[in-house]
């Protein structure tokens, strides 16, 4: 439909772009500095390990990104519960 609004438990395409980007360069940044492959994104939420450029998303959106990942094949899917 023209001009309707994504589904509530979407993103925002523009967002979604900007939640990825921002996980790529937490797992680069993680991966630097602690020598060890970087946990699934949704693990650093809130550990002493989350990278700052993480802080500005939420929890959603860092979780509908990394399923976007996984779907391109970039990210494994998460075998934690």
Not at 45 to 67: M, V, W
């Amino acid at each position: 439909m023209k001009g309707s609004r994504p589904p509530r438990d979407s993103l925002d395409p523009a967002r979604l772009f900007e939640a990825t980007e921002a996980i790529l360069l937490a797992i680069r940044d993680v991966e630097e500095h602690t020598g060890k492959p970087c946990p699934y994104p949704t693990e650093l939420l809130g550990s002493s390990i989350q990278p700052d450029n993480l802080k500005d998303f939420t929890r959603f959106e860092i979780e509908q990104a990394a399923e976007f990942l996984v779907r391109m094949g970039v990210l494994k899917v998460s075998t934690s519960g």
